[in-house]
């Protein structure tokens, strides 16, 4: 099995007690992790697709982390996610997505 190319982080704000009661969790950061699945599985695109703990950047949450690019996506939606899945298909980040 040969590793992925991009390795997609959902922050799903577990706390180390387990539950996710966080303010991504809280706005929609379950339906990002199955909605960008189907679609990068639709589109071919090379990823896996997970969920983490808490980033910490909860005021700018639901927060995507794409890797090995290390792009930082903050206030992601679903119509996000397509913007940034095609643009990363270019090999481009959203800059107007981006956490600086």
Avoid: H
């Avoid at 390795?7 to 966080?22: D, E, M, W």
């Avoid at 339906?31 to 950047?57: F, M």
């Amino acid at each position: 099995m040969k590793n992925p190319n991009y390795t997609i982080l959902v922050c799903n704000s577990y706390r180390i007690t387990g539950s996710s009661q966080g303010f991504c969790s809280k706005n929609g950061a379950v339906s990002l992790l199955e909605y960008l699945t189907e679609e990068c599985s639709d589109r071919g695109i090379d990823a896996v697709v997970t969920t983490t703990a808490c980033l910490n950047l909860c005021s700018q949450g639901p927060i995507v982390v794409i890797q090995p690019n290390n792009y930082w996506y903050g206030g992601v939606t679903a119509d996000k996610v397509d913007i940034i899945l095609d643009y990363l298909e270019k090999g481009e980040p959203v800059k107007k997505f981006l956490i600086e």
